[in-house]
Structure formats: C-alpha cells, structure tokens
C-alpha cells in the first residue's frame, strides 16, 4: 500500500472512530457531521470526500463493529476442548461489556436509527457478505461436508454456541442501555451478575 493510500485509510479509521464517540453520545440523529469533522481532526470537506453522508458513515461504523464483536469467533472454536473454547469466547462478550461498551449500544442504536427509516440492517450488502463468510469459512473449518458421528457432534457443538453467544450479547446489551439510562459506570454487583449470567450458559451449552 502506498503512503497516500496509508494516509487516506488512516484519515478514514479516524473520522468513523469520532462518529461512533458522536453518535453513541448525541445520538445518529441528533448528530451533526460537522463535530464528527472536527472531533476526527479533519475538515468537512475531508469527510464528505470520504462519506457522501451520515447514513453511509453510521452504516459503515455499524459494519465495522459487527467484525469488531464478532470476528471470526466459530473459526477459534477447539473441539479438543469445548468447554474451554466456548467460555473463551463468552469472557471476550464480557470484556467487550466492560471495555468497549460503546459497540454493544452503537448495534442498538444504529438498530432504532435504520428502522425509523423503514430499513433492516440485515438486508444490507455488507451485512449479508459478513455472515456469508463467516458460514463459508466456518464449514470450511469444521470440515463439516461428512455425515458422521463425529459431525453430529461438532454440529451441536455449533449450533449451542451460536445461541448462547446470541443470548450473552443481548443481556449485556441490556446491561449496557440500563446503565446509560442511569448515567451509572459499570457497578461491582454487575459485573458480578454479568460473570453470573455467563456460568448459567456454560451449564445451558453443557445441556444441564
């Protein structure tokens, strides 16, 4: 990559870092792309060149986030050790709730902003070729083309972690909007709930 090219993705990383702080605070509609200009260090003229407006911008901060929280997670999954690898990935949820909170209320809010405009963010192209991936590269990874006892299992395996994770994210995405609500940091008691929450779906992945 040429140095012009280093410059205008960094310009660029920049300006959706100072969205998502903008819009997270005053909210997508509440918030003007001038302050998003400035809080990036750039000029409007910057922004505009590299966004043609908000709803491109916010679109592609949400996208972004989505492989931020998620990743590649299923692609890190050990079936040697189940039980240790699903927990991995439930602990990074609960880092993210404590470190990163932002990304798990940005989701809803971008959620709330694209259905006030009669819009599902699951139709968007980026969306659907994220998820595509992420399935090809997962049966890739599983090696899941054989039926066999042995992929029976994986499958089950699978298919518990995809809700569990599911389940971990909206409950701390609940958490995360109570706490704005209350204008509260994240309590002691919370965290403790939080790491709570996160046993009962081990035994419930377990199928305790």
């Given at each position: ?196 929450y996160k046993?009962f779906l ?7």
């Amino acid at each position: 990559m040429k140095l012009r090219e280093k410059q205008l993705q960094l310009t660029r990383e920049m300006i959706k870092e100072a969205a998502l702080e903008t819009f997270c605070e005053k909210g997508i509609e509440g918030s003007d792309l001038v302050l998003v200009a400035a809080r990036s260090g750039t000029s409007r003229r910057t922004l505009y060149h590299h966004f043609k407006d908000k709803e491109q911008l916010a679109t592609e901060v949400y996208v972004d986030n989505l492989k931020r929280m998620f990743g590649r997670l299923l692609l890190e999954f050990d079936f040697q050790s189940p039980r240790a690898s699903i927990e991995a990935i439930l602990n990074r949820y609960l880092y993210l709730r404590e470190h990163h909170p932002d990304l798990l209320y940005y989701d809803s809010l971008f959620n709330v902003y694209f259905a006030s405009m009669g819009k599902n963010p699951a139709e968007l192209p980026a969306f659907k070729e994220l998820i595509n991936e992420e399935t090809h590269l997962s049966m890739s990874a599983f090696s899941l083309d054989l039926q066999t006892e042995e992929t029976g299992q994986k499958l089950v395996w699978i298919e518990r972690t995809r809700m569990v994770t599911h389940l971990y994210f909206i409950y701390l995405q609940k958490s995360v909007l109570i706490s704005r609500q209350n204008q509260d940091a994240t309590k002691a008691e919370e965290i403790e709930q939080n790491i709570r929450y996160k046993e009962f779906l081990l035994n419930l992945w377990e199928g305790q």
